[in-house]
T-cell receptor, first 113, second 111 residues
């Protein structure tokens, strides 16, 4: 069982650029959630995808968008990058949104310069 | 508005001792309270979780104590080992919503 996999592991972008992060959920899981973890802070919920639709969103601007594919994998897109977007981006998967146990990937470390 | 407050921010415990981390929440609709362990460069891993209809749950050396009336819950790590040194996060969830995390506790177990 591969678990939740994220790519890339590290990424450096320039302010104003756009970035796409990818996530493959754990086998058997159909729900993907994205979190942003700033250095020294707890993860913050960005949004959740189920049945290829965004079903819930945290307090993040529209510059953050996502997509879920028929195979349940997901992408997180961030436009017009700001220095403050530098963080560890975590993907978590579960079976159905209502399932309580969420499994996290190792994250993508995004640095905006 | 921080819905889950975690303390202490950092904690040093001697090997074999008991590590205690506390969390308080505001939203009474939360119905699931997990604890996650995170090592540097890794994603959070679920340690143990509890529902509000139970006051205590134990798994191995890890115990959650839950006080619904006080809106508080805590993690106890018995016989703490150097391998337990990590950052611990409490979290809470309402129904099918996303997790709300505390700010984390950096735990160091001294040999």
């Amino acid at each position: 069982d591969a678990g939740v996999t994220q790519s890339p592991t590290h990424l450096i972008k320039t302010r104003g650029q756009q970035v796409t992060l990818r996530c493959s959920p754990k086998s058997g899981h159909d729900t993907v959630s994205w979190y942003q973890q700033a250095l020294g802070q707890g993860p913050q919920f960005i949004f959740q995808y189920y049945e290829e639709e965004e079903r819930q969103r945290g307090n993040f601007p529209d510059r953050f968008s996502g997509h879920q594919f028929p195979n349940y994998s997901s992408e997180l897109n961030v436009n017009a990058l700001l220095l403050g977007d530098s963080a560890l981006y975590l993907c978590a998967s579960s079976f159905r949104p209502s399932q309580t146990e969420a499994f996290f990937g190792q994250g993508t470390r995004l640095t905006v310069v | 508005q921080q819905q889950v407050k975690q303390s202490p921010q950092s904690l040093i415990v001697q090997k074999g001792g008991i590590s205690i981390i506390n969390c308080a929440y505001e939203n009474t609709a939360f119905d699931y309270f997990p604890w996650y362990q995170q090592f540097p460069g890794k994603g959070p891993a679920l340690l143990i979780a509890i529902r509000p209809d139970v006051s205590e749950k134990k798994e191995g050396r890890f115990t959650i104590s839950f006080n619904k009336s006080a809106k508080q819950f805590s993690l106890h790590i018995m016989d703490s080992q150097p391998g337990d040194s990590a950052t611990y996060f409490c979290a809470a969830k309402e129904g099918a919503d996303g997790l709300t995390f505390g700010k984390g506790t950096h735990l160091i177990i001294q040999p």
